[in-house]
């Protein structure tokens, strides 16, 4: 495609991607594609005040051979653009440092930069002035491009399909020769075919916030912003040929390329004197003698050097100590962290403790992480407890410096029920009409749908619904706004504003870079992630609770090991709240896989994907674990991949292993292979793969139909297989949970309270499990509760009972909890109004511990007598009382009040009330209530329904608790009903949904006709038909508002996923990811 | 419930948008009804609730329960479902009228208090959130509140509880203020000989201005809108009506709006009473005339308009202001005539034609594709050589508006002859896609 020398030359200097948020409508790849298709050589991106998009351009330009140009549009405070191209890398260097500046200056996502700043910076850089007239405003600020840019100082020339166009350019092309400055054309794209034209007014009304009607002439008026062919460009301006050809002298002078970026690993301090691999050595050796007291395992001290080689070989030791300094920190501040990913795999990292996976006890696969023929940064995961990471991202900044550390960005992206509401909003669709329709659809792929609407009983001849529904579909997928990653940071040994912007972050003290992960990685940096996990901070929390209240000093890593009682617990799939293997679909495999020793745990954690799903692998293993199906292996290689896994890929290192031993590829080919399958939006890429690997197979002498079968189980992966070291790194966790959880019911418990919100499940499912498993639990005391759940001693000494926390109670702020617990001390509140002149808060925190039941542990005040009595505090004490209560060392009450009797709550409506204001209840379910009820109408139990017959018909009802629709089983929506006995398992299939999906949606309380299916012990019900019941459930509250069932975050119904939650690296995350 | 949701449910539902100012001024105009019709003292109570006091107004009906029955199917006739109650006081006939699902509900004086007893704590007119304050005590109903301790439910719920209470009770006086009626300012001449001759009518219509407008004067109220009614001979009534636009009473220029539409009035074989009405009055408060040499008065075009819109009708009198649009039929907008400029304006670097034609029109051209400018066009049979050309300018149509819009493309030329004479025309279709346009050439304007 380039420098075809046939017919007309031209560059585009001047195209504006969708990375310019709400103003271009078009992706980098878009672009490029349709300037190799229109014959444009090279194509300069110039996005505002950004390079944010240049590295998703310099991608696309690899794949189409049109040469990207790295530029960057500057919006100047006076309201000139000038178009700004680094010639070299010094050159781009000053232009990060000055976006930089700019934003520093300005604050997030905003820039702020004038002509003054320029000249520092200008070396190297050639400037494009975009002019408006040609009058005298225009002629100052050439004056002043000319004085700052000198020889690179031109001047834009473009059509504006407006009157008087061919005046304005020849206006321009004189001022120009006036002023000394060259003019150039160029095309100011917004988009790269013309229809877009549609969606960039859409975006240009979010961008004002205004619907089209409105918008009037804040349209873009200037005609005909697409990339038009060289020919065509020659012919519009065929009377500047000069001009023309000078895009072809600026794209010849700026030969800068992202691939000169080269990539410094930050000095680590406590080096002096020593090389960084001297270093390394000497603490892994160190390490290794901590880690094994009673002498090195052979195996070990094999691995060890080995790694430490091809450390050496690579030039890894740097990247280890930055990531051995961080860990430490955090060690040193006693915050728990453990290493992920494929770091796991490396031995070095476990004896450095960074990781817990024993290379004594499992096979690692130090080139997963490490590998010499891909030559990319190792990358190292490590996850904190939630609620103290910032403390180590404070560190990270202060010793590396602000300039050599920040934050990648995360491009938020625009998703189906984002994309929706905006240009709904645009398009004048009443707001609730587009919140309906976007509570329709759930996650990425399922789209906005014409049934949706037809569900709704919207009107699809509605000219304004089809635009929106049509428009949205193709805003999917745009970059809204940049974000910061959760973790990740890049660290560098130069100066990092050199090397890609850097801007304030939303929150305090923090900075990211303008590139998200995916850039970094493409580009080869290095980055630690510093990811913020909750189970981490459940398991601080209660190995602290062991340490203090049960004498046991445990950590991660010493947590006893292959603990059959553990292993017996979690076959039982009685597993709610541990790390991982807590979902619907989890428990469901349980059973069947019946882990009984660490590797079967990774198995379950890494089997229970979307991509082994997906690639319908979990059967074939499932048969063969169970000894129904031989263990095949068409081929002895295949043995050698695939032999632990019995014979079926699970592991994403499995998958590229068998691209590379079956079909040829090479390492590289197989890197970019998963790369290719993790990328979602590059779906087309995949197949790129397929006739490579499918012929590869068959040439090797595989039939084809087991070719196409293992491709297809590869196409299944995508980034939604774990890589086994991962899984290995998450197994470790679940199994600490679990083994918490199996031997300190009571500590786990609380531990999980505390460390909410996470996991699957609300309070309320966690304290019934506890209960469930002899746990003590005592109500919120406003004297006995502290901020956090705590345990206090029973009449057994082994034996905990868990107090709920005020932190439980809903709406009460931390601060005025803490000063209630401070003036409680040692001696206990006789009254409300006690409480309230001792701690001294104010009466609306009363009320709140009032509404959660919390007087009437210790002051036998029911909840309406609480309130009562707090009703009738008033802002302040009456001076004279309180100084009479000060000398009485005493409450002098301020009125002598008659006894009033209140009307004792119903039972149902006590229910109610601790749902609302605890999110759970010590006292009967609410099901309980209805029994009756549902009795009458022939309901069964849920424990009944859960010991029923195959195949028995059967009628359930309960709690919705979880709504689960994984994206790996698109047809399949899973629901856990609860009621007073137990809970049971929905199955909804497809058609049912279809029919019932409102119900499914909406219901707080379902009944359900169906079939019993058990598998073992597991049983399902598939329902045929569902029930509303949530009118019922409200009835018990006797009041017309709907009950307050709080939900898990499991339940995907209820969340917005506009927003993943970067604290739960969970199953539920990635399922969603994966629509 | 959202109305998208309650849509969801039920296709057929009708979705009317909230109007409360309509709501309430409805209610007032019910007010006034039914204090011609029931009772001296009536007051509207918003939302949705009139209140009435009718002592000593029954026996008129035949008793309280004719009374009410009468009430409730005068208004069922009129489209309105209606409650009524009667009982002792203001807050328990408001409780009973709303909680009580009877078409009609009497209850004696002395037993209103037995009567509301049961009803639930918000019929008391409470103040906000009140009622779910009392409801979280477990009081729900007003015999619940009547049973507890005054003291401590006045310290808890202030004062505005047990005022509620009594006045539902009838213990504390609740005074209605009551409506009246507006008078309507009207004049009227009755003639001992029918008179017809159209001088006649129009000297007796400025002797009826001249009274209305003194009539006028003395309350400082001007016109908006005048009635003015001949009642003939043969029991028929002619009317004539004009509108100002804004208040006013000056007798010239309203005698002459009137006499203007006179010519409309057939005075068949006589006119025996005329009657001059203003149903439509609004305070006009006199001004000083200034008396600043320098300052010249701002002129007052309204006569002239009131003149104009009652000759042509009131709608076809407007004003053009420039509209946010490229489109240039959709670039110009009407306002009302006397409405104040909306401040916006075209682009002026990118001149329009001085007159826009009403629909573009044909013109045969030559031009060279896909966007040169014609060298000659023929428009209505006159050929004319370009000169002079500039353009294309290429407007878009306005995708949201129409499907047929969505591709449109107008490429717009200003032209200029061998006469200096400049034209503005455009060919639809941008010149390469035939979806775009068919690529004829019309006519659309002239610069002067």
Known sequence: ?1075 | MPAAQARAVCAELVAHDADPEGDADALDRLALWALKLYAPIVAADPPAGLVIDASGAAHLFGGEDALLADMVARLATAGFTARAAMAGSWGAAHALARFIHAPTTIVPSDQSGRAIAHLPTWALRLPEGMADALGKMGIDTVGEIEATPRAPLALRFGPELTRRLDQAHGRASEPIEPVEAPELIQVRRMFAEPIGAPETLARYTLQLVKALCEALEAKGLGARTLDMRFHRVDDRIEVIRVGMAKPVRDITRLTRLLCDKLETVDPGFGVETMVLAAPMAEPLPWKQVSTDLAEAPTPDVADLVDTLANRLGAGRLYRAAPAQSDVPERSVRRIEPTAAPAGETWPARWPRPTRLLPRPERIETLALLPDQPPTAFTWRGVRRRVKRADGPERIFGEWWRRDGEVDAVRDYFQLEDEAGERFWVFRRGDGEQPATGDFTWFLHGLFG
């Not at chain 1, 585009?12 to 229109?38: M, N, P, Y």
């Not at chain 1, 100052?140 to 031109?154: D, M, N, Q, S, V």
């Not at chain 1, 560190?395 to 990648?408: I, K, M, P, Q």
């Open chain 1, 1 to 1075: 495609m380039t420098g075809s020398t046939e017919g007309p030359r031209y560059v585009e200097l001047q195209a504006t991607s969708h990375f310019s948020f709400l103003r271009g409508a078009s992706s980098c790849e878009d672009l490029f594609d349709q300037a190799a298709l229109s014959g444009i050589e090279a194509l300069a991106i110039v996005d505002r005040n950004s390079v944010a998009g240049i590295v998703r351009a310099h991608e696309a330009a690899k794949v189409t051979g049109v040469r990207l140009i790295v530029g960057c549009r500057l919006d100047l405070m006076d309201g000139s653009g000038v178009l700004v191209y680094p010639t070299d890398r010094l050159a781009y260097a000053r232009l990060c440092r000055l976006l930089s500046l700019g934003k520093r200056r300005a604050g997030k996502a905003k820039c702020n930069l004038d002509w003054e700043d320029l000249p520092d910076f200008a070396e190297g850089l050639i400037g494009v002035l975009v002019p408006d007239q040609a009058d005298e405003v225009c002629a100052h600020r050439l004056r002043r491009l000319e004085a700052t840019f000198t020889a690179g100082a031109y001047l834009a020339l473009s059509l504006r399909r407006r009157p008087g166009d061919a005046m304005r350019l020849h206006n321009l092309a004189n001022l120009a020769a006036h002023a000394r400055v060259q003019p150039v054309v160029t095309n100011d794209v917004l988009f790269h075919h013309p229809e877009r034209r549609q969606l960039q007014d859409v975006v240009t009304c979010v961008r004002h916030g205004c619907t089209i009607d409105e918008l009037g002439f804040r349209r873009e008026r200037h005609a005909d912003r697409h990339l038009k062919k060289p020919e065509e460009m020659h012919r519009l301006f065929a009377k500047y040929p000069e001009a023309l050809a000078r895009t072809l002298q600026i794209a010849d002078r700026c030969r800068f390329s992202l691939e000169e970026l080269k990539y410094q690993y930050p000095d680590e301090v406590s080096t002096a004197g020593m090389t960084p691999q001297a270093t390394l050595e000497g603490l892994t050796w160190e390490g290794a003698d901590r880690r094994y007291p009673e002498g090195v395992p052979d195996k070990v001290q094999a691995i060890l050097r080995h790694e430490l080689g091809l450390i050496q070989t690579l030039e890894y030791a740097p990247y280890f100590l930055t990531v051995n300094s961080i860990v430490r920190f955090a060690r040193s501040q006693d915050i728990l962290c453990q290493g992920r990913g494929s770091a796991a795999n490396s031995a070095v990292c476990y004896v450095l403790g960074i990781t817990s996976i024993d290379p004594e006890r499992n096979d690692l696969l130090f080139e997963r992480f490490v590998s010499e023929e891909r030559r990319e940064p190792p990358d190292i995961d490590v996850d904190f407890e939630h609620e103290r990471r910032e403390i180590v991202m404070q560190w990270v900044y202060e010793t590396y410096g602000r300039n050599h550390a920040a934050l990648c960005s995360t491009v938020i992206r625009y998703r189906t029920r984002g994309a929706i509401r905006d240009v709904g909003k645009a398009l004048g669709l009443p707001e609730d009409l587009t919140r309906m329709l976007s509570s329709q659809t759930w996650g990425w792929s399922e789209g906005v749908q014409p049934k949706h609407a037809e569900e709704l009983n919207l009107n699809l001849g509605d000219r304004r619904l089809r635009l929106t529904l049509d428009l949205a579909r193709q805003l999917m997928g745009a970059p809204r706004h940049l974000s910061q990653h959760p973790g990740g940071f890049v660290l560098t040994h130069d100066r990092l504003d050199e090397l890609v912007p850097i801007e304030p972050a939303a929150m305090k003290d923090r900075q990211v870079i303008e590139w998200d992960k995916d850039d970094i990685d493409a580009l080869k940096f290095m980055k630690v992630d510093c990811l913020a996990l909750g189970m981490m901070s459940c398991m601080k929390r209660g190995l602290d609770l062991l340490r203090v209240h049960k004498a046991i000093d445990l950590d991660l890593a010493t947590i006893p090991a292959e603990d059959p009682r553990t292993y017996a617990m979690i076959r039982k799939a009685d597993t709610l709240g541990v790390f991982q293997i807590e979902s619907r679909a989890q428990m469901a495999m349980l059973p069947r896989i019946k882990p009984r020793t660490f590797y079967d745990l990774v198995i379950e954690v890494a089997i229970v994907r979307p991509g082994p799903i997906q690639g319908d692998m979990v059967h074939p293993y499932l048969r063969r674990r169970e000894g129904k199906e031989p263990v095949v292996f068409p081929k002895p290689e295949l043995e050698k991949v695939l032999g632990k896994t019995l014979g079926v890929p699970l592991f994403q290192e499995q998958a590229m292993r068998v691209a590379i031993e079956c079909a040829g590829f090479t390492a590289g080919e197989a890197d970019q292979l998963r790369r290719a399958m993790a990328t979602f939006k590059h779906t087309g890429g995949v197949s790129g793969f397929k006739d490579k690997l499918v012929g590869g197979m068959v040439e090797r002498g595989y039939d084809l139909e087991f070719a196409e079968k293992t491709f297809s189980q590869l196409e299944g992966f995508g980034s939604y297989g774990f890589p086994e070291s991962h899984a290995a790194s998450f197994a470790l966790i679940a199994y600490a949970s679990s083994w918490l959880k199996c031997h300190h019911p009571d500590v786990f418990c609380a531990a999980l309270l505390n460390a909410q919100p996470m996991g699957f499940y609300a309070p309320a499912q966690i304290v019934r499990d506890a209960r469930d498993h002899g746990v003590e639990i005592r109500p919120v005391c406003v004297n006995a509760s502290r901020w956090d759940c705590a345990l206090e001693p029973t009449d057994h000494p082994d034996r905990f009972a868990m107090r709920l926390g005020l932190r439980q109670v809903r709406g009460l702020s931390n601060d005025d909890a803490a000063a209630i617990v401070l003036a409680r001390g040692e001696q206990a509140f006789t009254s409300v109004d006690d409480v309230w002149r001792r701690a001294s808060v104010p009466a609306a925190s009363l009320v709140k511990i009032a509404e959660a039941d919390g007087f009437r542990p210790s002051m036998v005040l029911a909840r309406r007598e609480a309130l009562w009595a707090i009703k009738a505090l008033r802002d302040e004490p009456l001076p004279l009382f309180a100084a009479a209560s000060a000398r009485e060392q005493a409450i002098v009450p301020e009125v002598d009040e008659p006894e009033v009797a209140l009307k004792p709550m119903k039972a149902g409506r006590e229910v109610v009330e601790d749902y609302g204001h605890t999110g759970l209840t010590l006292r009967e379910h609410p099901v309980t209530f209805l029994r009756p009820d549902l009795a009458r109408d022939r309901f069964m139990t849920c424990a009944a329904a859960s010991a029923g017959k195959d195949f028995q018909n059967c009628r359930v009802a309960g709690l919705v608790l979880v709504r689960q629709r994984p994206g790996s089983a698109k047809n399949v929506t899973f629901i856990t009903l609860e009621d007073e006995t137990g809970v049971a398992n929905l199955v909804v299939w497809e058609q049912v949904y279809e029919k019932h999906r409102r119900t499914v949606l909406t219901a707080s309380m379902l009944g359900a006709v169906g079939r019993i299916q058990r598998e073992g012990d597991v049983v399902h019900v598939v329902a045929y038909k569902l029930i509303d019941l949530s009118a019922e459930l409200a009835s018990l509250g006797q009041r017309d508002t709907p009950f307050p069932l709080p939900h898990g975050r499991g339940d995907e119904f209820h969340r917005s996923p506009s927003r993943p939650d970067p604290r739960t690296p969970t199953i539920s995350l990635k399922t969603r990811n994966f629509h």
